[in-house]
């Protein structure tokens, strides 16, 4: 069930191979990206999923941290929000996941976000369920921040990270989920995640893509054909 599906040699390839083959099957974007307005989601990138001593231990995990990094790197340089959550619950709020996974991810030791991301000049916000929305503040930061635009990274791909995504979807926040910067246990599962999401909740993206737009920077990828023109001034891409 579990494979190291990214690594750090292969991440940047195989991300672009995965986010073609959902622009193959659905086509064209609904929105582009704009700089302004926009916050980074890093979802739940704790010890709990990089310690191989963890039961929930994700191979792909130390392969998309650098990339987290550079992107928390940009948003910070061009003071934009960037918002950590971290999954703590207990028998009171686990609700059904409690029942679901026979378990509790009680805080402690394994609940603290990795030391490679310095969290001390951003917003870290603990939630209980997949959703990151759930019952938590995240709603009321981003709107504070009058935040539009949502770029999604973290794990797990395909739970905590989708449903997420979903939930910003249904909200109303114009959702950029990372292809190169989300990871869970298998293939298989974050392919499936990128297809479902792309046909109706998020726009797939590269953190690269990320990145060029905010340093206001035409594509460069595929995209080849665009002139520097074609970017807005507030700095929008097509995320095709």
């Not at 704009?34 to 704790?46: E, F, H, Y």
């Not at 709990?48 to 948003?75: G, Q």
């Not at 599962?189 to 035409?218: C, D, Q, W, Y």
């Amino acid at each position: 069930m579990k494979e190291k599906y990214f690594t750090r040699q292969n991440l940047a390839g195989k991300a672009k191979e995965i986010k073609k083959e959902a622009e193959l099957a659905f086509g064209h974007p609904k929105f582009e990206f704009t700089a302004k307005n926009s916050a980074l989601l890093v979802i739940d990138m704790q010890k709990f999923f990089s310690e191989t001593s963890s039961n929930a231990f994700i191979p792909s995990f130390e392969a998309i941290t650098p990339v987290i990094s550079s992107l928390i790197e940009k948003f910070k340089g061009k003071s934009l929000p960037v918002i950590f959550t971290k999954h703590v619950n207990t028998h009171d709020n686990a609700s059904l996941m409690g029942k679901w996974w026979r378990s509790f991810l009680e805080d402690g030791e394994y609940t603290s976000i990795v030391a490679d991301f310095d969290t001390e000049m951003h917003t870290v916000m603990e939630k209980s369920q997949y959703d990151a929305f759930y019952e938590s503040e995240l709603e009321g930061i981003l709107k504070k921040f009058g935040v539009e635009n949502l770029v999604v990274t973290g794990v797990m791909t395909h739970l905590c990270c989708e449903t997420t995504a979903r939930s910003a979807f249904v909200r109303g926040f114009k959702t950029f989920f990372t292809v190169d910067g989300t990871a869970t246990y298998n293939e298989g599962f974050h392919r499936n995640t990128i297809m479902n999401l792309s046909h109706g909740f998020a726009v797939p993206v590269l953190t690269e893509e990320i990145r060029a737009a905010l340093e206001g920077k035409p594509q460069l990828d595929k995209r080849k054909e665009l002139s520097s023109s074609s970017i807005h001034p507030q700095q929008h891409f097509p995320c095709r």
